[in-house]
């Protein structure tokens, strides 16, 4: 199986701060990498598909990199909607594997 | 507007059986892959199985293999997953999600149903 390991575990942030998470996976995955924002008792929500595209109806303060093994998930501008977790996906051989998770909390 | 609900989690004892369903609407069901996502409490998200639009194609996660079965039914725009032998670790919530073609996506998620298995 992909091994898709996350970094940070969790990170603490204000409003208005630049937040970037990273993702790699344990082999190539070409660009076949998706992005999704979990709150608790709500439903998960795709961000960013294939690495770098914004999902429609996601704010553009979000957006995506990286091909290969390497890829990052970065918020411009944290905004106090979305304080959550953020788990990074790959879909280029089954099982489709996820990462452990980001979890983004107020400082 | 797309809408994907889960029903069917409760309560259940170690080696026992539950089935969820998964209603959809807004879209075109049968033209679509359909996903079967669970995330146990406190850890983080585990893909459990998907299906092809018209069923034709099934995968699933190594840990459910023979025990889970996920099925479709187009005319009645719905989703299932047929659960037997289940264990304390598939104690979870059970999203429903649309997409999960190979090297896609799943672009629309409902809020899930808890599966307790215990006794």
């Known amino acids: 199986d992909i091994q898709m390991t996350q970094s940070p575990s969790s990170l603490s942030a204000s409003v208005g701060d630049r937040v970037t998470i990273t993702c790699r996976a344990s082999q190539s995955i070409s660009n076949y990498l998706n992005w999704y924002q979990l709150k608790p008792g709500k439903a998960p929500r795709l961000l960013i598909y294939a690495a770098s595209s914004l999902q429609s109806g996601v704010p553009s303060r979000f957006s995506g990199s990286g091909s290969g093994t390497d890829f990052t998930l970065t918020i411009s501008s944290l905004q106090p909607e979305d304080f959550a977790t953020y788990y990074c996906q790959q879909s280029y051989r089954t099982p489709w594997t996820f990462g452990q998770g980001t979890k983004v909390e107020i400082k | 507007e797309v809408q994907v609900v889960e029903s069917g989690g409760g309560l259940v004892q170690p080696g026992g059986s539950l089935r969820l369903s998964c209603a959809a609407s807004?879209?075109?069901?049968?033209?679509?892959?359909m996903t079967w996502v669970r995330q146990a409490p406190g850890k983080g998200l585990e893909w459990v199985a998907n299906?092809?639009?018209?069923?034709?194609?099934?995968y699933y996660v190594d840990s459910v293999t023979g025990r889970f079965t996920i099925s479709r039914d187009n005319a009645k725009n719905s989703l299932y997953l047929e659960m037997n032998s289940l264990r304390a670790e598939d104690t979870a919530v059970y999203y429903c999600?649309?997409?999960?073609?190979?090297?896609?996506?799943?672009?629309?998620w409902g809020q899930g149903t808890l599966v307790t298995v215990s006794s």
């Open positions: 299906i092809k639009d018209d069923g034709s194609e099934k």
């Open positions: 999600a649309r997409g999960g073609a190979p090297r896609g996506r799943e672009d629309y």
């Open positions: 807004g879209f075109t069901f049968s033209s679509y892959w």
